[in-house]
């Protein structure tokens, strides 16, 4: 199993625990892997306050190989990075893009525009994803594009360089493969056109694209059948420097352990508004009934634990929330209903299945369907029990939630892979009162 871990297998044991205090949100992933990426399409760049995990340093290699230079701070709040220009070199190597979707789809693109062959690939868990729709748009454009076993998943070689043109792509895999488009488009002679042949998921995340873009002096846009980025464009943000907003996926962990579990109250500071979709978390809180106020101005969001009851809530935009509210659902009183998930199967690991297998070994009923994740709460507490992380940060944080509020231990196999997105994840949740114990 090659991961690009810190930290060797560590299962950890979550206590009933009550929450509280004050505590930082983390750098967002999806803005830290723009800025890199958008630096090495650069001259180059500083990145303040990003994040440094092991999905993000899989692209700062990804620059590295492109050509680029990446320079780290002794404390990591800097990035100094000198970019490719808009003109990858041929790497010298396979890119090892380990468990990051995100890397693989945007550096694919960025291998379109180098003049000879780009090989890629991942871990287990990344090497089962499609990756086929990119591939096919790169032949569109004129380049070829390969996964080597003919199953549209890694590893994947690819050959430029392309000028650009337009490219017709379905919108409902992965939301990824438009801002990989978009990302190289404005740095070839044509510009891309891109045309969504179905319905656009998690589109949020191409706002975040189009607001990194900007910020570097890059213009995309929507049209009417999709995207357009125009070519012979630099990037050059103002000033030289990016700053990172905070990450509101890796918020949504501690506002549910507060909703869940906080007497007095959490407060969780960095959650300026973005174009982040799941901002949404706030307003799914609110709607289960839970006590929570969002300081907009000053970035600093209160919660405290009150009874929450079942919601329906639809995650086409906000994918990444689907285990942190299938948590919520599973202690709040009556049914919650998740709609619009199929593409959470296509993530780390098959999310909707995930979370309906551990929620189940937990004592919660849950029913799953291709598109619809039910959960039943309230009927009887969750119960403490042994439940495997699926090596996937984000079903490891939702559990180690629930198991603040379970009766009884829980063992989470597979700690380790928070620090795909969240490496002080048990550290900052020690630190606000639950009992982690590391194994
Ligand atoms: O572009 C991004 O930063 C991301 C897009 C989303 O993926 P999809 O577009 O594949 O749904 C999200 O799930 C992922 O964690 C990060
Ligand atoms: C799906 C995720 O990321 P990626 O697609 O970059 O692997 C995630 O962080 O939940």
Redesign the pocket.
Known sequence: MPRDCDDSRMNVEISPSRVGGTVQAPPS?SYTHRAILAAGYADGATVTDPLVSA?TRATMRAVEAYGGTVDRSADDSTLDIDGFGGQPDVPDDVIGCA?????MRLITATGALADGITVLSGDDSLRSRPQGPLLDAVEQLGGRAKSTRGNGQAPLVVEGPVDGGSVSIPGDVSS?YITALLMAGAVTDEGIEIDLETELKSAPYVQITIEVLDAFGVEAVETDAGFRVDGGQSYAPAGGEYAVPGDF?SMSYLLAAGALAADDELEVRGAQPSAQGDAAIVEVLERMGADIDWDRDGGVITTRQSSLSGIEVGVEDTP?LLPTIAVLGAVADGTTTITDCEHVRY??TDRVSAVAEELTAMGATVEEEQDTLTIHGGESDLQGATVDGRAD??IVMSLAVAGLVADGDTTIEGGEHVD??FPDFFDVFEGIGATVTRE
């Open positions: 992933k999905d468990n990051s979707g995100t890397t990824q996926s990444d993530k780390e940060h984000r795909v997105s």
